[in-house]
């Protein structure tokens, strides 16, 4: 039986220079009370800067049940930097800096991160009289990653959704949704196999929109704020998106597993969240009741994925539609359907009559991210893995990039039929003509959908060639490729046709 699970993680930072006026207190303070309310499992994860607040600390000491579980919160700030004896770098006045450096592990070197968090675990179990099993930053890198989970077993982490430079860092080309185990080379990787991996699982947060979530620029008209579940934020304050998100979660395909987090950081102010808060927790109440979901502490989420798999899960997340259009015209409407496994990530986008990939990253445990060793030294990142398809990055005004079909009758839909570790997408054709596209671990299959069109853009960092059956690629220093099968290949001006002369199958097991 799938597994369907929201978890309500809440994070606490304890000074707010950009707003030093800001009642960090009251947020957290709600937003448990709500919890309570109905009776969900929780998780609240601490700053170094909360932890020694006594008025933070005791009131989580209150608080504390069996349904509430603690963690840490990995941002840097001059209390923790100093107790380790690092001179703290942020600009003048502020005692936490939200740039990478200094804000975020991946600023110091491997020795420095790990004197940083001994001296957070220390201080989480000399004020609760035990070692937190969950932790979590909107940025971490591998070697803290690894370290945390070797030396305190943690169950679960979470790191940040998909995203492009929003707060001076990058998270792109990742597993989607849900939680995978990280390589130990690159966390925002998945390991093929256990003994390449940690064996603590990652989690994004918090509940990324299918559709608007990966080219937000592109439908800013739509948006206000992050296109999430985050309350503060338009979609996830607005009640008609949030049932759309959780039909899209808890009620469509979704192979192994469905998981979403939401809550908020409590730095927006109780005024700004609690509307959409309160709104959220009732629909996920209601969601509950009708057996459609389970609420869990996050830790209890990341226990049950150790317990129950070795490797990272093949997961779906499907959207046969889209919140912005009543569907009154067809040309608008778009569908989207988000395969992740060990191996890759796809995402399959109908908008009107076009049926495209937009987005084709490989995972390879071996590839190694940017700041295993080195710290990062300036004020932004990037974290990614290897990308074959980005209809974001690659795009340019004149030169798109996708993998298209090319229709030679429109497209009416899609349905998407699940098989254990694989998913068919059964495309519907105004002549009643039906296509398939197979997403399986292995790799991608295209059966009766005719000539495939590989349009390259400009690839950001990448080189792109074909030679004997297989697209080669170089990004970032480090050599991938994509073997076909089943087509022949003709280059052309926007990049490449795929010919069938069988059905189209792209490898994507291929290390």
């Known amino acids: 039986m799938q597994k369907r699970i929201m978890n309500l993680v809440n994070f606490v930072r304890g000074c707010e220079p950009r707003q030093p006026w800001q009642d960090l207190y009251t947020p957290i303070k709600e937003e448990i009370a709500i919890n309570k309310s109905y009776g969900f499992d929780h998780t609240v994860l601490l700053q170094y800067d909360a932890l020694i607040r006594p008025d933070m600390a005791e009131l989580m000491k209150a608080e504390l049940d069996e349904h509430m579980e603690l963690g840490l919160w990995f941002e840097m700030g001059r209390p923790l930097t100093e107790a380790v004896g690092i001179e703290w770098r942020g600009r003048p006045g502020y005692d936490w800096d939200w740039f990478v450096n200094p804000g975020f592990l991946p600023a110091y070197t491997p020795e420095q991160r790990e004197a940083l968090i001994d001296e957070a675990f220390r201080l989480f179990k000399e004020t609760f009289g035990f070692y937190p099993k969950v932790a979590g930053s909107w940025l971490l890198d591998t070697h803290s990653v690894n370290y945390m989970s070797d030396k305190y077993d943690l169950s679960a982490i979470c790191i940040c959704r998909e995203q492009w430079g929003v707060d001076a860092y990058t998270l792109w080309g990742g597993y989607y949704s849900g939680g995978y185990y990280p390589s130990r080379n690159n966390m925002l990787c998945p390991a093929g196999t256990p003994e390449a991996g940690c064996r603590t699982p990652v989690f994004r947060m918090l509940g990324i929109d299918p559709i608007y979530g990966f080219d937000e620029s592109k439908y800013a008209d739509k948006l206000s704020g992050c296109p999430t579940m985050e309350p503060v934020w338009g979609p996830g304050a607005d009640p008609n998106v949030v049932d759309w998100y959780l039909e ?255 059905a189209v199958k792209l490898d994507m097991s291929k290390r």
């Open 248 to 502: 899209t979660y808890y009620k469509n395909p979704c192979l192994t597993f469905s998981q979403m987090t939401t809550g908020q950081e409590n730095s927006f102010g109780w005024e700004w969240i609690q509307n959409g808060y309160r709104m959220q927790a009732e629909k996920i109440a209601a969601y509950r009741d009708q057996g459609l979901l389970t609420v869990q502490k996050l830790g209890d989420t990341g226990a049950d994925m150790r317990a129950s798999m070795t490797v990272t899960p093949a997961t779906a997340l499907t959207a046969y539609g889209d919140w912005a259009h009543d569907g009154s015209d067809p040309a608008k409407v778009c569908r989207s359907v988000w395969y992740s496994c060990a191996n890759y990530r796809v995402n399959i986008f109908q908008q009107g009559n076009k049926l495209f990939i937009r987005d084709l990253n490989k995972f390879d445990d071996r590839y190694t991210e940017r700041f295993t060793e080195r710290p990062c030294e300036a004020w932004d990142a990037v974290y990614d893995n290897l990308p074959m398809v980005d209809g974001r990055i690659w795009s340019k005004e004149g030169k798109d990039c996708a993998l298209s079909v090319e229709f030679t009758v429109r497209p009416r839909g899609f349905t998407c039929v699940e098989h254990g570790q694989a998913m068919e997408v059964i495309l519907r054709f105004e002549n009643g003509i039906h296509g398939l596209i197979y997403l399986s671990p292995k790799g991608i299959s295209f059966e009766g959908c005719g000539i495939l069109t590989y349009s390259v853009g400009v690839p950001h960092e990448t080189t792109v060639a074909y030679e004997d059956g297989e697209f080669r690629y170089t990004h970032n220093g480090y050599d991938y490729a994509l073997p076909v099968t089943g087509c022949r290949v003709e280059e052309t001006e926007e990049g490449y046709r795929l010919v069938p002369t069988g």
